[in-house]
Nanobody, 128 residues
Framework: QVQLVESGGGLVQAGDSLRLSCAAS????????VGWFRQAPGKEREFVVY????????KYADPVLGRFTISRDDAKNTVYLQMNSRKPEETAVYYC?????????????????????WGQGTLVTVSS
């Protein structure tokens, strides 16, 4: 069973950068697709980005395209989310998720409920 722990959240100024980490336990992690979601106060959870385990396919949500970068280091069982040019409206709890399936329909705001494993989340606050 894979377990996930996010870290790297905190307070940043608008325009600054921040990198989140998602550390996984479990020897099968390298066969899991991994991604990030976020939930802002009073809003529903939304998809941010995910990466598959085999060919490293990546899909980004339009609002973060060009500013966020996901990467994975399977030797360290860790996935990273580099976030640049942060915006105040992106203040949210960021969650890491993992699932054996890399099916794009599962990795969406609608399909997220089917994902197998979730971390506890890390709060990112972007001040204006």
């Amino acid at each position: 069973q894979v377990q996930l722990v996010e870290s790297g959240g905190g307070l940043v100024q608008a325009g600054d950068s921040l990198r989140l980490s998602c550390a996984a336990s479990g020897r099968t992690f390298r066969r899991y697709a991994v991604g990030w979601f976020r939930q802002a106060p009073g809003k529903e959870r939304e998809f941010v980005v995910y990466i598959t385990w085999n060919v490293g396919f990546k899909k980004y949500a339009d609002p973060v395209l060009g500013r966020f970068t996901i990467s994975r280091d399977d030797a360290k069982n860790t996935v990273y989310l580099q976030m640049n040019s942060r915006k105040p409206e992106e203040t949210a709890v960021y969650y890491c998720a993992a699932d054996p399936s890399g099916y794009v329909g599962r990795w969406s705001s609608v399909g997220a409920g089917h994902l197998e494993v979730w971390g506890q989340g890390t709060l990112v606050t972007v001040s204006s």
